[in-house]
């Protein structure tokens, strides 16, 4: 099994910057796809950045020029660069990795959510 823990959430002003980090934990294990999501109360978790294991990435069209999503392999870790930060960013952010193991286990993980609050 693979945890993951998220950091880096926390209050912004409008066009301010966060650095959201997901540390992926687990023995023997590889990590391929790493992405992020997010949600607002009363609405679906959304996909807002996503990265392989080679690094292509893709982002939701309202973020991309703002969003940065990158990942060390050695430290199985993903971070989502977060510029320009605007009112409709403010969202719990959800860190999720798909992993594999030597014995040929695989499966998705998910972390428990980091609070992002855009306010004036």
């Not at 993951?4 to 590889?30: F, M």
Request: proline share 2%.
């Amino acid at each position: 099994q693979v945890q993951l823990a998220e950091s880096g959430g926390g209050l912004v002003q409008p066009g301010g910057s966060l650095r959201l980090s997901c540390v992926a934990s687990g023995s023997r294990v590889t990590i391929n796809t790493m992405e992020w999501y997010r949600q607002t109360p009363g609405s679906q978790r959304q996909l807002v950045a996503t990265i392989s294991r080679y690094g292509i990435t893709n982002y939701l069209d309202s973020v991309k020029g703002r969003f940065t999503i990158t990942r060390d392999n050695a430290k199985n870790t993903a971070y989502l660069q977060m510029n320009n930060l605007k009112l409709e960013d403010t969202a719990v952010y959800y860190c999720a990795a798909d992993w594999m193991t030597g014995v040929h286990e695989a499966g998705r993980s998910w972390g428990q959510g980091t609070q992002v609050a855009v306010s004036s």
